[in-house]
């Protein structure tokens, strides 16, 4: 087994034909080859080449095949790159960055003052440069968190790639700079509408690719496609809506909407439009659905939203459960019996001193035998 001390921290031994590098004398991970057989007419091509990274990319481009060479000489080729890179200061370009970082990390976390200087460096470096494959691994792989948003954001805003966007997005919740941000990722004009419906609404929306997140929005080439307004007790939408131009979907469930707001009528693009749970009567319903036929609406419970309200402050309580008794209902709203057996349109005194057991179930309440109230 042969042995190569880069430092008093780092080594490399070869086991069995398979070069590993032990950080603190602890097995941290095996080399890969990166040895190439570049013939001399290619030489000029790779000119302009900055790091490793981008020599890998590039002889995969051009086919370039590796050299076989003996275990043994391969473990020198890799004491010789680790060497190089200890002695320029952990330069992250002369390693492939799948390598360099984790050593980094590695020696940061067991306390290398040289690393935890370099670090942040070394990663604020690779980005300025802007070359994309290094920048999705250090996103997928949480490098990211260790610069400060006062830091990154400056270098992503001055790259227009797609893989910058990204970034931005996966981070857009955590930056304080939301207008900067908002005026990157979308048009000016509708990220002004995003933000006008949060100062309007007085909330912050979230940037979800998830519809079913409560209040956020997803966004496509630079659009808002879909918005999540629920659970907001909305009876008005804003007119700074219509901005939106390519929204696709408007999820408007939970709200107290009695009819169609003008402004989601002037959103062409709009295909979808949740109004579960509003106070939309079976006439509007049918107006708008005769009106508008290219719409995918959802109206479910919409009457029965009329009989939660009713119960005000209860309501909370009564979506969370699935079954409760009336007296519970009476008791806690302290309501007379015979209002909530008009309301319910049941006379559930026949059912003795336990009380009638409702339960809510795609949009009906019911008890074992007897319908009480349908949407």
Known sequence: MKNFRVSDLISLRLENERTFIYINGEKFIQ??????????????ELSNIKSID??????????????????????????????????????????HSNLAFPLLKKLTEIGDP?????????????????????AQFLQATGYLDYISQEQLLPILLSWADPVFEHIILNK???????????????????AKCILDLERILKIKLLLSSNQETPQSFYIRNKHVIRLNLENLDLEFLPQEISNLSHLESLDLS???FTHLPSSVTRLTHLRTLNFALNRIGYKTRDEIVEKYPQY????????????????????????TIESIKTQDITELLNLNSNFLDKLIKFN????????????LQNGIIYNQTNICFRE
């Open 31 to 44: 080399c890969k080859s990166l040895l190439l057989n570049l013939p001399v007419n290619k030489i000029d």
């Open 172 to 190: 857009y919740d955590d930056f304080k700079d939301r207008e900067k941000v908002l005026n990157i990722i979308l048009l000016r004009k509708e």
């Open 254 to 256: 939970n709200n107290s």
């Open 296 to 319: 995918e609406v959802s109206f479910s419970s919409n009457e029965l939203s009329k009989v939660i309200k009713i119960f005000g402050g209860f309501a909370k309580y009564f979506k």
């Open 114 to 134: 040289k690393a935890k200087t370099i670090i942040k460096q070394e990663i604020i470096k690779r980005l300025e440069e802007g070359y994309t494959p290094v």
């Open 54 to 95: 981008e020599l890998d990319k590039s002889s995969e481009d051009q086919k370039i095949v590796e050299f076989k060479i003996s275990p043994e000489t391969e473990f020198w080729g890799h004491c010789s790159n680790l060497q190089a890179w200890a002695e320029n200061n952990y330069d992250t370009r002369l390693l």
């Open 348 to 359: 559930f005194k026949e059912l003795g001193e336990t009380g009638l057991t409702l339960k």
